[in-house]
């Protein structure tokens, strides 16, 4: 199972970079919300041996990051008319060696970081690449959307750790976490939706009124 | 409190209006002319006492108190000083601030009468007058505490008693620059040439005289006594500096201090004639200078206390 | 202890009925019944511990950490309570005539009541025995004194005042809040009775210590270069807010500094110096910028850090001889600067309350706008005169003596050889005396003597005997004070025996020094008041058979000489500003036909001001740090975690694990 | 169950809040919740119930300390808002309430979580209801605010979750029977936590938390949204949300102390702690706009309570008391200056200037709340700060204390210049906004009556529970 599981990791990693490279906004959500699903697998592919715990935690996952928000971001967009993110910071070829360079630091730090026993030695890495990736995102990308879809990928790093240990943090604390997250999204959802009322555009360097 | 000291006191009253007069008189011989006789004030002092006095509407009665307080101070100071060499009327430790204060308060009630008068011409001398006494006291009383350190007394008449006869012989040369600048500091206060001119009578030059242009009759008379009496007090106290008398016995002590008045009144005579007046914005420098002077005794007494 | 506390709650139950009471007349009634009667209960007590007497302290249980809170009265705070209660009671006897006509647009009420509380603040500062109740105390007293100097914040000079009021005296408040901090930390506690305890355990003899209550209490007592918001303040303040100010809040320095003395010990030489150097300045720079003024009020101000000049010479020469045990030059030291502080809080107060008087009754405080007001306000030209002679330090007035005790420490300071060259203080002392009087000169005369230069001088009129009678009651404590020293002397010698730490064998030692000499000033004094009061009873007959006319002031063959022609106050000072001034920082020009001085405050304007102004721009260059764009600040955060990071790991590299 | 009634009773109140019609009737459901909540803590303040949910769910003396101020905090924002909602007609009213309610359950979860996960979701719950407060206005101004205050605090916090789940990982050597993430177990076994992973996730942690305490560099989004939201949730913000990031920073560093890990972590607190008075010294003396003036104001305080923590000693009581001040203080600050722009009717500097010249009770409420602010005798802040200061010494930190009071004057400086401008400088002619109103008085007159009676009186439990609280950070109470 281990394999699959590694499998899974890079996919995640991989589905990072898509959002990174990609220029359409639609592709960007797709992106993350494949993350989700593989994300959603990953605690079966990790404890083989997980009672309702896992799976309710495997269906939570899906259900949250893979269904519901994604489809909200789409639904934020859609008045929107815009397909394309706008000159980002840093270019696309940019961000890609960018990220490179992050993945490579992730597993630089983690192998000299001693591993928690019981995970999987490729769980660390990933888990930092993602969350790297997702604030390299978050701040390059100045698209409300894009943003949040940063954050969202910044968030399902962090998540990949807490896969470390699963059975070390208890359900309840896991769901508040998906809650917490689901929230969170939900109203940068309005907010971005607002953004895009206001300003008739995704992008959110309109924002810097507010200055001393 | 001695007899003879009363007798000091009593004596200096009388003798105070010749001073003027006997610089006067040698300025005069100096110059080749016979001059007024010395005793010229004393006739003055008379006539101006029989006359009737004017007094402008503006004034009030700080116009009329400050002759009299004028003299009453000077008067006063004259009791602190220890005229026969012994012992003052009135002695006490750190009396040498009394004395100063004494006469600044003559000079602050007289400055007072006249700006009672709203005159210009008054307002300007009394300026001058008390631009001179800020740069004149630091001297006085950088000679005083030069006195205090040498004879280690605290009281004039400790201080320009033995004591000070004592010091003489080793801190000479600390003692005659003290001596000096307190001759400079008589100059100033007593409204002499280089300082103030009582000669001339072109307002606009004048400290002193131009200051009680408005007294008249016996207000005037008591302004020139009083000053008079604070000349030859500052003479008198030249003489304490120089020449110690406490050893003699008073018979001999008071002719001595006599003595020593005329000199200094000759003295100024002589000043007078060999120097010119000093411009008013040269004042400053003229006395910073007898400060200096002042400065540098108190220095070379305490170096010499103090190993 | 109780009855003092008695007139504590007193002087608040007036404040409280200044502002509660309906009706005005009884308000203003038992404001002053009130305040009036709590001042005496107050003083009570104190005079008691001057007398000789002891105070049982009082101790009540802390609430919060730091120790008991202790109230005791000592004779260092007995000797400050009395200032406090004396000016206390005359300021607000005569506020309240003299507010009475700004009732229809200001809330006078709120003025009084914050009055009240302030002598309150003030008393209770005097008498803390604990850092807790001393600094609450000390700040409600310094945050009132603003209240009070903003009574008339619409116009914009005054607030700009106030602020810089303000910000001197929180600055002061936190160099004291440090110091008590610094030393409670070590004391292990915060009752000054710990804190004396641990004084030994002070490094370096205490030299934080001083420094910071150097700082922290020079700001209070305005001494130079801590003065720069004192002129300003107490010209805005009403008058009689700037006696209490100028006669008791500053004072309160001086207390905080002589009772750290007592609390520590002998401080290090290297402060006596600088004490003495600091009183030095304040006193001949305080005097030149005073003579430059044109405003009444700035003028006294600045006459205020002058006299504290001269109190801190006092305290200087007193600090160096108990360091170089010195008993009776430290213990003439001290209490020469304790005497002059009593005499400065009345003389100073007084004129303060005269000036109120001139402007309450010309409108204006331009010393060139005045004029001939003697003939029109005499008592108020009395009281005043008497006020200028003292603060001059003539004979046979307060000032006088105090300044000679002074004297007295300065010239003995000769016999300690290593403090000798203390004594070419007296030179500076003497040279701040004539600089008074010229100023005195020029004040007296322009303001009071000649005629008026306006009408607004025109038509000044005498004031009520409500604002006349503390004015007289202040003169009289001068003149009493001026001719029987020994009255005031002996209280002042056990301020300075306790200060010195030299016990009551010193305070006998410092009496026996100056005892005999106080008598022959007695007598001094009232053979010259005899005489030149005789003197001009006999003028007064001999000219009786003289003639007598009266005339125009003798113009010099002038015709007509006119009012303008009259000598102005800048004219007046304009010779000795010439040739000091400059190194004061003061400019005379000639326009048109006038002298014109322009007093500009060498530390405001030279550098308190260009240093904030400095700061502004440094804090405005870095305002794009806050420029508005989100990412920008997603940066900053990520700065900080790579920092953090890196830092880990160099303290991973550290420890090997 | 008590302890359950906390959380849960602000929750449902919540949710029925939003079911009511009208603020007529909401506010004074607000005001019953409030009340209810108030007279909760005060219950569980009497009798310390027992610890439920195996130990995630329980009470100590910094929880207690944090839960009554932000309880005591509350009902006067509730009592505020009373007067508040009945002048400013919005779209949000009726979220309004409900949030504040939703608020105030979170931060009952984060007072109460002894686990470290649990105080986290409180903490990013507290972050979430708070955001439709500031965004009241519906106007570009203020969906900007909101906006910035979503992202950088999300990031924050998401990085404090990495930080929590490091934690769990440090702990991942400790005994068997360890509740994992509990902080009296990890406590406890502090001597088995994994060195490198903790100071990992004190890193984390510490950015995360100071990322919503507005620890500089991480308090750009702090003058934007104060500026924007209404006045009462600012002090909501500055007093509630600040204090409870205070106590997830409070607990980590517990547990780092007690895991000797204390000369790693006091350089990172006092660092910050400068940064942030530095900052906020700097943006205070040339700020116009008196709300963003109040937001630096708080950086400048969560500053001192950084170095108080980092200090240690008495510097952790002198923190926690600080806490407890702070929010009085700047629910005071807020609620004053909230008249000031209702009577000004507008938050436009220019207009503010003598605006309480025509409402002389809220200006002498602004003025108690200046001279409390800097800290001057007797307003508790004086006292915290000097406890702060005196360990400074104690700790010879001389160089810190000495920038910390140069600060100090440059700031008093910069607020007071405003502030007074505000009180009794020129007033302008603007638009005649509202009068005062008792219930907008009622408020800040009361904290003003706490800030002053904490500064010359601290009872005996409370400073028995600040002791406890200094003690489990390491530090005692003079």
Known sequence: MTRVAELLLLLVILTSFLALGTARVSACIRAVALQGLLLGLLPLALYPAGGAHIWGLAVGTVLVKAVVLPRFLNWAIREAAVRREVEPRVGYPMSLLVGVAAVAAAFAISSRLPLPEQAHEMLVPAALATVMLGLFMLTTRSKAVVQVVGYLILENGVYLFGLTHVERVPFLVEVGVLLDVFVAVFIMGIVVFHINREFDSLDSSHLSALSD | MTWSAVAAVVMLFVIAPLVPGIAAKTKARLAGRRGAPVLQLYWDLSRLWRKGAVYSRTTTWVFRVAPVALVATAGAATCLVPLDGARAILSFSGDFVAFAYLLALGRFLLVLAALDTGSSFEGMGASREVTVAAFAEPALFLAFVAVVVASGETSLSGALGAALAGAWPTAAPALAMVAVSLFLVLLAEGSRVPVDDPATHLELTMIHEVMVLDHSGQDLALVLYGSALKLSLFAALLVGVVAPRAALPPLVALPALVAGIVVAAVAIGIVESVTARLRLGRVPQFLTAASALAALGVILLLAGSGT | ?657 | MLLLALILVPAVAALGASALRGPARRTPWLLLGAMTHLALVAAVAITPPRPVFHGWIALDALGLVVLATVSALFAAVAVYAVGYLRRAHSPGGRAFVGCLLAFLAAASLVALSHHFALLWVGLEATTLALAPLIFHKHDRRSLEAVWKYLVISSVGIALALLGVFFLATAQAGGPPGARPLVVEDLIAYADRLHPAWLQAAFVFLLIGFGTKMGLAPMHTWKPDTYGEAPSLVGALMAGGLTSCAFLGLARVTAVATAAGSGPFIRPLLLGFGVLSLVVAAAFLIVQTDVKRLLAYSSVEHMGLLAVGLGVGGVGAYGAVLHMINNAMVKGLLFFAVGNAVLRAGTGAPAALSGALRRAPASGFLLLVGLFAVTGSPPFGPFLSEFAILGALFHAGHYWIAAIMLALFAVIFVGLAARILEVVHGPPSPSAPGVGEDPWRLAAPAVLAIAVLTLGVFIPGPLFRALAEAAGTLGGGAP
């Not at chain 3, 301020?495 to 730490?501: D, E, S, T, Y």
């Open chain 3, 1 to 657: 202890m109780t009855l003092f506390f008695l007139g504590v709650v007193l002087l608040l139950l007036g404040g409280a009925a200044a502002a509660l009471l309906p009706r005005r007349r009884a308000a203003d009634a038992g404001f002053a019944a009130l305040a009036g009667g709590g001042c005496a209960a107050a003083a009570a007590p104190a005079l008691w511990a001057l007398a000789g007497g002891t105070v049982a302290d009082l101790r009540i249980t802390a609430a919060v950490p730091g120790g008991d809170w202790v109230f005791g009265i000592d004779p260092l705070s007995a000797f400050f309570l009395v200032i406090v209660c004396a000016v206390g009671a005359a300021s607000v006897l005569y506020g309240v005539p003299y507010l009475a006509t700004e009732r229809a647009h200001r809330s006078v009420r709120v003025a009084h009541l914050l009055t009240a509380i302030e002598i309150a603040a003030l008393a209770l500062v005097v008498v803390a025995r604990s850092a807790m109740p001393f600094l609450i105390a000390w700040e409600v007293m310094a945050v009132l004194a603003y209240f009070l100097v903003v009574f008339e914040s619409e116009r914009v000079a005054v607030r700009r005042a106030g602020l810089i009021y303000l910000i001197g005296t929180h600055t002061g408040t936190l160099a004291l809040i440090a110091l008590f901090a610094y030393w409670g930390q070590l004391a292990g506690g915060l009752s000054f009775a710990a804190l004396a305890a641990a004084a030994p355990m002070l490094p370096a003899s205490g030299a934080l210590v001083f420094t910071l209550g150097l700082a922290g209490f020079g700001f209070k007592a305005g001494l130079v270069p801590l003065h720069f918001w004192l002129p300003g303040a107490h010209g805005a303040a009403p008058s009689h807010v700037s006696a209490l100010m100028s006669g008791v809040v500053i004072k309160m320095g001086i207390y905080g500094l002589l009772r750290l003395v007592t609390l520590v010990g002998p401080p290090p030489v290297w402060w006596g110096w600088l004490v003495l150097a600091v009183g030095l300045a304040s006193g001949v720079l305080g005097v030149l910028w005073a003579l430059a003024q044109h405003d009444l009020k700035r003028l006294l101000a600045y006459h205020s850090v002058e006299n504290i000049g001269i109190i801190l010479l006092g305290l200087g020469v007193g600090a160096l001889g108990a360091r170089y045990d010195a008993p009776v030059v430290a213990v003439l030291g001290y209490a020469g600067a304790a005497l002059h502080t009593l005499n400065h809080a009345l003389f100073k107060s007084l004129l303060f309350l005269g000036a109120g008087a001139v402007l309450h009754a010309t409108g204006t405080r331009e010393i060139d706008r005045l004029g001939g007001l003697a003939r029109r306000m005499p008592f108020t030209w009395t009281a005043f005169l008497v006020g200028s002679v003292a603060i001059v330090g003539l004979p046979p007035l307060n000032g006088f003596v105090s300044e000679w005790v002074v004297y007295q420490a300065l010239i003995r300071s000769a016999d300690v050889s290593p403090a000798r060259a203390a004594v070419f203080g007296v030179a500076g002392l003497a040279l701040i005396g004539a600089l008074a009087l010229a100023c005195f000169a020029k004040v007296c005369g322009a303001v009071f003597l000649g005629q008026p230069r306006t009408s607004a001088a025109e038509g000044g009129r005498e004031v009520g005997y409500g604002m006349l009678g503390p004015m007289f009651v202040l003169a009289a404590a001068c003149v009493v004070i001026g001719l029987v020293p020994l009255v005031a002397v002996a209280p002042a010698l056990r301020v300075g025996a306790l200060v010195g730490g030299v016990g009551t064998a010193a305070v006998n030692d410092g009496l026996a020094a100056v005892a005999p000499a106080l008598r022959r000033i007695t007598v001094l004094a009232f053979a010259l008041v005899g005489s030149v009061a005789g003197g001009a009873w006999l003028m007064r007959l001999a000219s009786r058979r003289r003639t007598q006319t009266s005339s125009e002031t003798w113009g010099c063959g002038y015709e007509r000489p006119s009012v303008r022609m009259q000598y102005t106050a800048a004219s007046f000072a304009a010779p000795l500003l010439a040739a000091y001034g400059p190194s004061a920082g003061v400019q005379v020009t000639r326009e048109h036909g006038a002298f014109h001085t322009h007093p500009l405050d060498l530390v405001l304007d030279k550098l308190v001001l260009p240093l904030w102004t400095r700061l502004r721009n440094w804090a405005i260059s870095v305002r794009p740090i806050q420029q508005g764009r989100l990412w920008v600040y997603l940066l900053y955060l990520l700065g900080a975690l790579v920092a953090l990071l890196l830092y880990l790991a160099l303290q991973l590299e550290r420890v090997s694990w």
